[in-house]
């Protein structure tokens, strides 16, 4: 079965860094289109950036030149570097892939940023 499992988050400074990770099993990961996405308390989750199977890459305009998504397919890997933090990128981070034959949405278990001072 598909299994998404993060890691790398935590508190830090605005203007920090953080880089998260995604392990994915249970798919050709090679083959697949994957994603993050981010809820903040009070609100619905919402797109971060997402990445083809060939490696281009989309971001939300709040996180463009300060997020960097990327893959490693050798290891089954996504990643999430976040660049110049700010409070308002406090989140619950989401690792997503999605089935695209059924439209199916497979979720991590979510890994928490929080931007303070």
């Known amino acids: 079965q598909v299994q998404l499992v993060e890691s790398g988050g935590g508190l830090v400074q605005p203007g920090g860094s953080l880089r998260l990770s995604c392990a994915a099993s249970?798919?050709?990961?090679?083959?697949?289109?994957m994603a993050w996405y981010r809820q903040a308390p009070g609100k619905q989750r919402e797109f971060v950036a997402h990445?083809?199977?060939?490696?281009?890459?989309t971001y939300t305009d709040s996180v463009k030149g300060r997020f960097t998504i990327s893959r490693d397919n050798a290891k089954n890997m996504v990643y999430l570097q976040m660049n110049s933090l700010k409070p308002e990128d406090t989140a619950v981070y989401y690792c997503n892939y999605m089935r695209a034959i059924t439209s199916t949405n497979y979720w991590g278990q979510g890994t928490q940023v929080t931007v303070s001072s």
């Open positions: 249970g798919i050709i990961f090679r083959l697949v289109n």
């Open positions: 990445i083809t199977s060939s490696g281009t890459t």
